[in-house]
């Protein structure tokens, strides 16, 4: 899938295309505008979440996974994680924010998406956007920009849906003392640390016992299933060294492809929004009337947006709306907009949302990129698409042949071709020139012997798999891994001595003296951490884990219910004493208090969404994704 070409592939293009598509959500592909609800997996008020945008998305996921795996997905993953169900919610909250973002009569201007694609670095050549790159990009991805900034222009609103929810939020001052005080004050506490390594030495083996351990954990040294196999390849890079490309078919690609060169007509505006809502129109509309006069006085037109405009969206940047197309804005503006000249300013325009005072401030006239900026690219690409379709059709007709012949052995014979061959490998440890091949390997791993693959494809090309012979995983004799068992048997017992002797101390906390005495008998260090607080407990000498327990300690309850463990240590610990939070500069606290809005925002939007998915008309179709 994606992230796997980006993953594999050497081509720093490939890669590019990859993480971009990723970045801007593109799994919604340009059907925002309700579907088929036929082939629906979801649809939310009406709108339809397609099969095609889930399986997109579900893909993205999964190859993301296996990507964190180190391209192999343990069993039964995707089930215990719930997958398929998380694609799907992510896919109706994300269209639960898109409408969102029109019910507040937010929009997305081309000025927010050239700067969006501009910065990204995978259209970048040398630090600069490059339109070259951009659109060779995604034509290797079947795409065109209109289709590409169709799915960015719907991130961008989803983005500011989401901004628009949690800004709700408001931090008071009470509040706000009171989580300062709660994250910072301070703590001091006793403790006594056991390291399963101080008591290595102190596990003796017996034959006996090693056996038993065994036993009790053979499967853990089960061997990997291994295979042998048999394939051919067909590279699409072998491919591309045998095509030219004529200037003939660079033109007629180019002339069917126009629309994706032709930059339409843009307009760059500014507005003031005096907001409506039925009951105050006559009221808003005087002071409409009275700011267009004085713009026709001589008033800065952006000075007077900052200060009375009520969208939210464009009010502190002067009302500076970007740079925008046809389509983008309601019909009444836009038909307002694209009848203005430059520096020209409306009379009043009336929309759904209130009364506006518009001002072209720069117009870029529709023009189309010239055939000779854009040829190096074009002939790239159709180079890459013809040697995909050539490996494509040659295997494709190896595979017929290979029916036909009765095996890939008599197949190999009659064409006089050479299979390629590996030796037994496990699917963890594949031979080098099998590896970074997900799909290869997984059919690999699921095929029987003497069965044949499927077509697979890769990322260099395509490949057909016979599997040659299966060692399925056995349960080595205990002579075979008697290091290893030795090894682990003295770790695991290590860490069973340590943590008996936490546990020793943990019983005797309740008086800090019988603690104490405890610790001394144990022939083990009695320590105190410094002050440390919830905001600081990571300078703590105890793990952040510990210190954060240790947190809920007091003197009426000193002791807590069970040791702390960090990895192979063991902690034993007791409450010994509590301040409060040192006095905090204005600076701190206004950090504090823009995380602390950050964290509420996080809430609001997480609650918002929770209301809006038990108050809108959403239905599943879960058996489109069994």
């Not at 349960?475 to 030795?486: D, G, S, T, W």
């Amino acid at each position: 899938m994606l992230d796997y070409l980006r993953k594999k592939t050497k081509s720093p293009l490939l890669q590019g295309l990859i993480v971009v598509i990723i970045l801007v959500f593109i799994f919604w592909g340009t059907n925002m505008s309700g579907g088929d609800k036929r082939d629906a997996v979801a649809t939310v008020n009406g709108e339809a979440v397609t099969l095609s945008e889930y399986s997109r998305e579900y893909s993205r996921m999964i190859d993301t996974l296996r990507e964190q795996f180190g391209g192999t997905l343990p069993a039964n993953i995707i089930e215990s994680l719930g997958i398929k169900q998380q694609v799907l919610q992510r896919l109706i909250q994300q269209t639960l924010l898109i409408q969102g973002a029109r019910e507040m009569g937010l929009h997305a201007s081309n000025w927010e998406i050239q700067q969006a694609i501009s910065q990204q670095p995978y259209f970048q050549v040398e630090g600069t956007f490059s339109h070259d790159r951009y659109t060779q990009i995604l034509a290797q991805n079947k795409m065109t920009p209109k289709q590409y900034e169709a799915g960015l222009r719907l991130e961008i609103l989803s983005q500011k849906a989401s901004q628009g929810v949690s800004g709700l939020t408001v931090v008071t001052k009470w509040e706000l003392n009171q989580r300062f005080a709660f994250n910072n004050n301070q703590l001091k506490v006793d403790f006594a640390s056991f390291a399963a390594s101080d008591f290595r030495q102190d596990v003796q083996v017996t034959d006996a016992q090693l056996q038993t351990y065994f036993q009790q954990h053979q499967q853990e040294y089960k061997s990997a299933p291994q295979v042998k196999i048999k394939y051919l390849a067909f590279p699409v890079a072998e491919a591309m060294e045998e095509l030219t490309i004529s200037a003939a078919e660079i033109k007629a690609s180019y002339q069917q492809n126009i629309a994706t060169y032709q930059k339409p007509e843009t307009r760059t505006a500014r507005h003031i929004l005096l907001k409506t809502d039925g009951t105050n129109d006559e009221a808003q509309k005087a002071k409409a009337e009275e700011a267009l006069e004085k713009i026709k006085a001589g008033e800065d037109f952006s000075a007077l947006a900052r200060k009375i405009s009520e969208d939210p969206g464009s009010a502190d940047q002067g009302g500076n709306l970007g740079t925008f197309s046809r389509g983008q804005m309601v019909p009444a503006f836009e038909e307002a907009v694209f009848k203005l000249d430059k520096k020209e300013v409306s009379e009043l325009i009336k929309t759904r949302f209130g009364y506006h005072i518009i001002e072209v401030t720069d117009i870029s006239p529709a023009e189309i990129t010239p055939l000779a900026e854009v040829e190096e690219s074009i002939r790239r690409t159709l180079k890459q698409q013809q040697a995909k379709n050539k490996a494509f059709a040659a295997a494709g007709t190896a595979y017929e042949k290979i029916f036909q012949a009765g095996s890939i052995a008599a197949y190999s014979q009659q064409e006089e071709i050479t299979l390629q061959s590996a030796g037994f490998f496990s699917q963890s440890n594949p031979p080098a020139e099998l590896a970074g091949k997900p799909r290869l390997l997984d059919q690999a791993f699921n095929l029987e012997k003497g069965e044949l693959s499927a077509l697979i494809e890769e990322a260099d090309g395509y490949y057909i798999l016979f599997i040659d012979d299966v060692l399925e995983p056995v349960v080595p004799e205990l002579k075979a891994v008697k290091e290893e068992l030795i090894t682990d048997f003295k770790s695991a017992k290590s860490r069973e001595l340590a943590q008996a002797a936490a546990t020793e101390i943990l019983a005797a906390c309740q008086e800090e003296s019988t603690f104490k005495q405890a610790v001394t008998e144990a022939g083990a260090r009695l320590q105190t951490s410094p002050w440390f607080s919830r905001s600081a407990a990571d300078r703590s000498t105890l793990p952040a884990a510990i210190s954060s327990t240790a947190l809920t300690l007091s003197t009426s309850h000193p002791c807590p219910a069970t040791i702390g463990t960090d990895n192979s240590t063991f902690y034993a610990y007791r409450f010994l004493e509590k301040r409060a939070s040192p006095a905090a500069s204005e600076a701190d606290k206004e950090e504090f208090k823009a995380s602390l809005r950050q964290e509420k925002q996080v809430a609001t939007l997480e609650s918002w969404l929770t209301h809006m998915m038990a108050t809108s008309e959403i239905t599943t179709n879960p058996k489109l994704i069994e």
